[in-house]
């Protein structure tokens, strides 16, 4: 572990040094008699990388380094396609992710590292990008030992998981419960549906476990959708099937569709029905434009708008998507009110709409 030594050696200069008669020397430093306070001041200047490489050292020095309660705001995993990898990454863009790569195929150089109970491969770090690169021969195996390591070293608040639909996923559906995900997990699952009929079919039961799902396959008549929407956090990437009726009549709070066959029309009567006191626990609705949404006028046909007041409402409306918080520039948006005296929000973009929500009109202010 070069990087170690290296790093224990500028350590050394951060302290007093102690002189001998003859000549000027070092005291060694001991990394672990540090008190808690100082060693958590000298590891909260490093980047999360180098953190992670004083973790391999021993267990000692993970149960330090948990301690200091280092903190993401979303642990992102990838199973889709050609490519494994694993981030960790903050809403920040001041504190870059961090990123471990996986690979299946040999290489006959790299080195072993010990990832909890079982050695792996590591075939290169790149310390600008702060990524890890990693061999392994079954990344759907070595992912539960991966994430009972990192848990133990640090916190995360959400997670994200792209998952592909074949025999080898289910392997990683089991891992809905793990505690790094905070019960606050958000799955997607790609690919092709085949036999699968329903959500608990998906996910054997993990309801209670997940905040979101999105269905990034196309689904028909056999496969029963409408239980995905009891999530905080839904999307549908192919949406044909997905009707006027069900836009009217189920309950969701936060909805994305894509690939659909609704009309303005229809995003028109279901605004009025929200109006009407309907879909309680809305918050936002989105709907692209690009696949369907074309008569995109239709939508505020006869209803009673009016332009944005900063004295009713926030400028930006701040949607929480797990991977990211995003402000949406609300100010050109049309807004209509219930008579509940709730304002909602309808947003034109160039490839979507959006109608949006206002629980509370101020809360999460930014500067406009």
Not at 51 to 62: A, G, K, N, T, Y
Not at 136 to 164: C, R
Not at 264 to 271: E, M, Q, Y
Request: proline content about 1%; hydrophobic content about 35%; charged content about 25%.
């Amino acid at each position: 572990m070069k990087f170690v030594h290296n790093f224990l050696t500028w350590l050394e200069t951060a302290f007093d040094r102690e002189y001998s008669n003859e000549s000027c020397c070092y005291k060694p430093l001991k990394l672990l008699d540090l008190s808690q306070n100082v060693f958590e001041n000298i590891l909260r200047q490093m980047d999360f990388i180098s953190v992670f490489d004083l973790s391999l050292l021993s267990e000692e020095m993970r149960l330090k380094i948990k301690q200091i309660n280092f903190q993401f705001d979303c642990l992102e995993i990838n199973n889709f396609g050609s490519k494994n990898w694993i981030k960790f990454r903050n809403s920040s863009e001041e504190v870059p992710a961090m990123t471990f790569n996986f690979d299946t195929n040999y290489y006959d150089w790299g080195w072993k590292i010990k990832i909890g109970e079982k050695k792996v491969e590591m075939r290169g770090r790149r310390y600008p990008t702060n990524e890890y690169c990693f061999q392994t021969k079954d990344f759907e195996s070595d992912l539960k030992n991966l994430l009972d390591y990192f848990s133990s070293l640090f916190h995360f608040q959400s997670g994200f998981a792209v998952i592909e639909l074949d025999s080898k996923s289910q392997k990683l559906r089991e891992l809905i419960a793990h505690p790094i995900f905070n019960n606050r997990l958000v799955l997607q699952l790609s690919g092709v549906l085949y036999s699968y009929t329903g959500l608990d079919s998906l996910i054997q039961g993990n309801f209670e476990n997940l905040e979101g799902f999105v269905a990034d396959f196309e689904f028909g008549n056999h496969f029963d959708y409408k239980e995905i929407l009891k999530f905080k956090h839904c999307s549908f990437n192919y949406a044909k099937s997905f009707t006027r009726r069900d836009l009217l009549t189920l309950e969701f709070q936060n909805l994305k569709i894509r690939n659909h066959r609704l009309t303005g029309g229809d995003v028109n009567s279901f605004i009025k029905s929200w109006l009407a006191g309907n879909h309680k626990n809305l918050e936002h609705l989105g709907i692209s434009k690009n696949f369907g949404l074309e008569d995109i006028e239709d939508v505020s046909h006869g209803l009673e708008t009016v332009k944005w007041d900063e004295t009713k409402r926030d400028g930006h409306f701040l949607i929480d998507s797990i991977r990211t918080t995003n402000a949406i520039d609300c100010r050109q948006g049309l807004d209509v009110q219930r008579a509940d005296g709730t304002i909602g929000t309808m947003v034109f973009k160039n490839d979507h709409f959006l109608f949006l929500v206002w629980k509370n009109p101020f809360v999460g202010r930014i500067d406009e």
